[in-house]
């Protein structure tokens, strides 16, 4: 067969230009492996951009306005600025811990972002988008958020916090809503892939058909702690306008044009799926700016049934802890190897490190480290394409079945399917270390010709090289060493959209895992 093994792939989904973007966190307290879940789940993505040739860009930041936060820095015996201050750099504290490199981080309390803010309350304003009413309602004081009767539990608790709600009328401004329910109806139905999965995209068609939407309360009456309404300084702007423009805050600092803003990818998590894909796209259309490219929406992560959260401390999580215990290649890996992105899951620390030690040391590590070491000790490290010559065919049959895993790897990044992705990798590397114990290119030593050795070092090699690049969103420090010691040779299937047999230089055959052990 040819040494040069085509391969198609899906043309990219990303312009030259995107943005991915983690939900701006709720500054009320220290991040938790929720948080860590959503920003780790983004920079996948955004290293993946990068691989492609984009220029990714990642934001995340802290939303830092409410009045439950003013409550929290007060039962701390803190300023609220003091204390917003102090949370903001716990969530910047963790993200070099996760290996997570954003580009911008955005605080709602920024200088620039409350001007952007009030500018675009006043165009909202003058074009009657908003109107000073009241709103009655259940409210839930935790979540800062009112509820219809519909979301309630046993007709009187908060979804979200099991608490009770409290019957709440005040003055408010409201945001008419459904003034722009038909265009995003017509936009999802027109655009059948902007949420994944999919059926989360089908939820919210057939809640945009099934009734009008009521009218949104964007403004809070006497809460000091937050920006303040232009035409009516007793209100403050509420989080759907405040947190949710600071998207727009943040890419505006890269220098972006408006255009840019439709190249936009939103990581959110199930719960917050109707402020990202009702309330922000109609704010959107009522400001003429486009709507983001993609919503990936990802489950929750519970302890014993319970959805981790600050307002619960029973299920709270340390993240940096969990990287410590699993490194963090392995937190990053186990996160999103354990479970479909869509569905909850439990957290069982014992079970994560079982899962990456199968994975990332018996499966991968130590299949790199027996096929390195062979090729730096027999054949002084270094194997070309003249000296092993066209391949026996069982080498160009396993090479013909396996190519299109490489596909499907990289289809499954473009689809949102992080749990696809390690799914295949592991169905490929299965197939690699079956495929050299069956060749058994050890034997050379023992009177098996060069040539086969040499073919099964080859081979084997430059899958690794491509499932390197390939896993490297997930697990980067892991895979930069393995890429190291094949002398940094680029990922073919990203570069040339083929897989490219190429000789192989191993620099060292060093162990690139330990074993995970949890005391």
């Known amino acids: 067969m040819s040494l040069k093994q085509s391969i198609a792939t899906k043309p990219s989904l990303l312009p030259k230009q995107c943005f991915i973007t983690t939900p701006i966190f709720y500054a009320n307290g220290e991040p938790h492996l929720g948080h860590a879940y959503s920003g780790i789940i983004a920079d996948i993505f955004h290293r993946f951009s990068l691989l492609l040739g984009s220029e990714s860009r990642l934001i995340t930041g802290t939303d830092e306005h409410g009045q439950k936060i003013a ?4 039962s701390r015996q803190q300023s609220t600025q003091e204390f917003v201050d102090a949370t903001s750099k716990t969530f910047q504290a963790l993200w070099p811990q996760l290996a997570i490199e954003p580009n911008v981080f955005i605080r709602t309390t920024a200088e620039d972002h409350q ?15 908003i109107y000073l009413g009241q709103y009655s309602g259940e409210y839930c004081v935790a ?18 916090h099991k608490q009770p709600v409290v019957q709440v009328e005040e003055q408010t401004y409201l945001f008419r809503l459904d003034k722009y329910r038909a265009a995003l109806l ?11 999965p999919q059926h989360f995209q089908n939820t919210i068609i057939e809640q945009l058909k099934s009734a009008p939407l009521a009218d949104l309360s964007i403004s809070r009456i006497n809460n000091k702690w937050g920006i303040q309404v232009p035409s ?19 890419i505006q600092r890269t220098g972006a044009q408006k255009a840019d803003i439709a190249n936009t990818q939103h990581i959110l998590g199930k719960d917050i799926l109707l402020f990202h894909a009702v309330y922000w796209p109609a704010f959107l259309l009522a400001l003429n ?36 215990q699993l490194t963090t290649d392995g937190l990053r890996y186990a996160l999103v190897r354990q479970k479909p992105l869509y569905r909850d899951g439990n957290v069982v620390l014992d079970e994560f490190a079982e899962l990456i030690n199968a994975d990332l040391l018996n499966t991968l590590a130590n299949l790199v480290k027996r096929n390195h070491t062979l090729i730096a000790k027999v054949f002084a490290g270094k194997i070309t394409l003249e000296e092993v010559g066209q391949l026996d065919l069982e080498c160009a049959t396993f090479v013909d079945q396996l190519t299109p895993c490489l596909k499907d790897i990289v289809n499954a990044y473009q689809d949102g399917d992080l749990h696809q992705v390690t799914k295949v990798i592991l169905a490929l590397l299965a197939e690699l270390n079956g495929f050299f114990h069956h060749r058994a290119p050890w034997l050379v030593r023992k009177g098996q010709p060069a040539y086969k050795s040499k073919q099964t070092c080859l081979v084997v090699t430059n899958f690794i090289r491509e499932l390197a690049w390939l896993s490297s969103p997930i697990i980067p420090k892991l895979s930069q060493r393995i890429i ?7 990922c073919s299937v990203l570069r040339q ?22 005391a």
């Not at 009516?232 to 943040?250: E, R």
């Open 186 to 196: 017509e936009y999802y139905q027109k655009h059948p892939n902007v949420i994944a």
């Open 115 to 129: 001007a952007h803010i009030q500018d675009i309350w006043t165009t909202l304003e003058s074009q009657n988008d």
């Open 232 to 250: 009516h300084h007793q209100h403050t702007v509420y989080v759907w306008i405040d947190a949710l423009f600071s998207y727009i805050t943040a």
């Open 71 to 74: 409550q929290t820095a007060l």
């Open 484 to 490: 190291a010691e094949l002398g940094e040779q680029p």
């Open 143 to 160: 979540c800062e958020q009112y509820y219809p009767p519909r979301e309630l539990v046993d007709n009187r608790l908060c979804p979200v």
């Open 497 to 518: 959209g083929r897989l490219g047999f190429e000789g192989v230089a191993v620099k060292s055959a060093n162990s690139h895992w330990q074993r995970v052990e949890i």
């Open 289 to 324: 700016l486009p709507l983001p490219k993609k919503l990936i929406v990802h489950g929750w992560w519970t302890i014993d049934g319970e959805k981790i959260s600050k307002s619960n401390p029973e299920t709270t999580v340390n993240p940096s802890v969990f990287a410590k």
